[in-house]
């Protein structure tokens, strides 16, 4: 493990920092939900944390069972909805991930004709606007020119 893990943060989850650190070994390091790898760059090591897959406000258990590893952007797309399973958080999380992409595409419009040449679909902004607030909120939107 080359990183010092004192810099990730998990102050402000009920997660004592041996706890995470036991989950991210557990999952290798990597997101659950998009994959990212926490030991490829200090960048990524400091985006990853632990998620509670069935959140706290839904009265998940603070059980290993009920841990994994996970990004901060995907901790923050998941959000505190209500999932079944991590299936089914899994699936919402790269749905959104995906939605938000096309989002981020259509923003510049080199990006826009490229991903119009790829994929010859209408440009998704105006699905983006109507579809969530998680767009709204975040620094995606801070991108547009
Ligand atoms: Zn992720």
Same mark, same amino acid.
């Given at each position: 493990?080359?990183?010092?893990?004192?810099?990730?943060?998990?102050?402000?989850?009920?997660?004592?920092?041996?706890?995470?650190?036991?989950?991210?070994?557990?999952?290798?390091?990597?997101?659950?939900?998009?994959?990212?790898?926490?030991?490829?760059?200090?960048?990524?090591?400091?985006?990853?944390?632990?998620?509670?897959?069935?959140?706290?406000?839904?009265?998940?258990?603070?059980?290993?069972?009920? #841990?994994?590893?996970?990004?901060?952007?995907?901790?923050?797309?998941? %959000? @505190?909805?209500?999932? +079944? /399973?991590?299936?089914? &958080? *899994?699936?919402?999380? #790269?749905?959104?991930?995906?939605?938000?992409?096309?989002?981020?595409? %259509? @923003?510049?419009?080199? +990006? /826009?004709?490229?991903? &119009? *040449?790829?994929?010859?679909?209408?440009?998704?902004?105006?699905?983006?606007?109507?579809?969530?607030?998680?767009?709204?909120?975040?620094?995606?939107?801070?991108?547009?020119?």
């Amino acid at each position: 493990m080359p990183l010092d893990l004192t810099t990730l943060s998990f102050l402000d989850r009920p997660v004592t920092k041996r706890e995470g650190i036991e989950i991210l070994k557990r999952d290798h390091y990597r997101c659950q939900y998009c994959g990212l790898d926490g030991l490829a760059s200090f960048e990524n090591a400091l985006a990853m944390s632990v998620d509670f897959v069935i959140p706290r406000a839904r009265k998940g258990k603070k059980d290993p069972s009920n #841990l994994v590893a996970c990004c901060r952007p995907c901790n923050m797309i998941k %959000g @505190t909805r209500s999932y +079944r /399973s991590f299936d089914e &958080a *899994k699936e919402y999380v #790269l749905k959104r991930r995906k939605e938000l992409r096309r989002a981020w595409e %259509g @923003t510049t419009p080199q +990006r /826009s004709a490229q991903s &119009a *040449k790829a994929e010859a679909e209408p440009t998704p902004k105006v699905q983006a606007e109507k579809s969530g607030s998680v767009i709204s909120s975040s620094p995606l939107s801070l991108r547009q020119r």
